[in-house]
């Protein structure tokens, strides 16, 4: 039986959405107002936006950023891809054990991460670059894609795969022609969701990003030290908008993958 | 070689599963053409046959032949049977057109081939109007023809269908056992056909399979095994009947005395041999069960006559069931035409009797 909520929990739900949302919504209005200070509304601008898009260290670090997230993205779908695959066709020695390390990296503290990664490039003697923000940041987003698939193919019926078998598929054919186009969607949200992760971390990239690559929110939690400027609050914005976005395409793409195996 | 019209020989074919055995050396011929189901308990082996058939599963010994050629290490891919799926296993990505052109494009057709047979099975199983639609837009009963139009459009040796109608409702399930009945006696193709269900195999089959813990218990068609179940669990498994455990007094070449708690029965049943004092079940089906007190043309020499406690009857419609126990405890039952009135109360003590043609004997065992 579902009840109606009294006043003091109406109050109570209303006192939790402010206390969650209102930051956010303070920041995106201050993105729009026409003073340095972020103290009273002095009427509507998009000077800050206008600001932003006129820095080119800004721009330099969002490209930076789609190139790091964008790759690591994409990397990580494809490994998460097959070791899923390799987890649901065959069983084989430590394989619960294999489980649990692909989680590790993911529940790590981020600056511990960055810490051990950073040693070990010293110790290969990788000199820091786009390429190792990119594998530090594959070690915690292919986790994310991996469980996401792997997900996925425990609610696949195996007779699926059986009958493909049947039909005369060969075992690599129940891989392309049935299973892969079965897990589009599971894939594509896991990317997504790497893409967020990859998108907004400071703490690993901090240790392991060279002199000129500076990454989207680098950026921003640099300018932070020299005080807030509102072009900050516009950059956020436009981050808020782009990861909320993502967000939703995710759900609507795991609904609808839910609904398909239904 | 020999050409005869083996499609599928099942030499002493094993599985074992660690230290269980699934199937345990089993030899069966089906014959080209044939609608042979195998019938059983869960557990009794019978999809665990199937998947060998199909190539899912590698038997642990034994040999098995499709159409004389020999499966040792042939994978499922590379058989010419298909199967169908319990719960249809369609491909949720592809259409209902695309799912059953599936194998034919594997198999490289031309597309003009390809096009001809799928409309021509999209045609046979009726649902023209649905072939643009994915799998997840179609009921159970559609679902389950497009199953069956996938595999049958590959023109396969033999189609192996994996308890088919197991999802579907009652008066759907009777619908399609008679659609796949016609549809194997048109095309001509053998079916191998799992079930759990007595009533459907009697339906649909040419020939039966009973299995039980692996083996093969009785095989024949629905007719013998009804009226001549060769084992008490066939006996069981297939329709009602009463078992009146007894043993044997006597036997000559054309009939056997039974003592059955000390009541002396002949039973014109002597094809099966046994031992003195070999204890038997005798196997009487409830429609030939009568009560002495309304048989008109009752008489000592013609019928096997044993004395009953009466306890209740249940009214099914078209038939009146009597339930009556022996004074040992074993319980008769009685089917009847509904109209007739017999009454008794419960607890009377009731002639009931058997003719002794119409009844037959198996071996009492542990079941």
Redesign the interface.
Known sequence: MKRKLGPASVFYVLLFLILLYAPIVMMVAYSFNNSELDMGWSGFTLRWYRELFAAEDAKKAVINSIIVSGCSTVLSVILGAFAAIGFHKFDFKGKDLLDSFFYIPTIVPAMLLGVSLLSLFDILHISLSKVTIIISHVTFCMPICFNNIRVALNGFDRSIEEAAQDLGCTQLQVITKVLLPNLVPAMLSGGLLAFTFSLEDVLTTFFVAGPKDTTLSMYIFGQMKAGMKPTINALSTLLIVVTVTLGIIMQILQNRSIAKSK | MIRDNNMIELIGVTKQFGEMTAVNHIDLIVKEGEFMTFLGPSGCGKTTTLRMI???EEPSDGKLFIDHEDCDNV???LRD???V???Y?????LSIRDNIA??LK??KLSKEEIDKRVNKMIELIKLEEHINK?P?QLSGGQKQRVAIA??LV?EPKVLLLDEPLGALDLKLRKEMQIELKHLQKELGITFIYVTHDQEEALTISDRIAIMNKGNIEQLGTAEEIYDTPKTKFAANFIGETNLLTGYIVSQDSEKTVVNLHNQILTIYDADKKYKERERICVCVRPENMHFVDYLPDYSEEKYNTITCIYEEQIYIGNLRRHILHTPEGEPVKITRCARKGEVYNRGDYVKVCFSKKRCIMVKDEEV
Do not use: C, E, M, Y
Not at chain 2, 89 to 93: G, K, M, R, S, V
């Open positions: 199909a190539g899912f994978p499922a891919n049977v298909n199967t799926f319990q719960n296993a369609l491909f949720p990505h599936f194998g594997l198999k994915k997840s996938r595999s590959n």
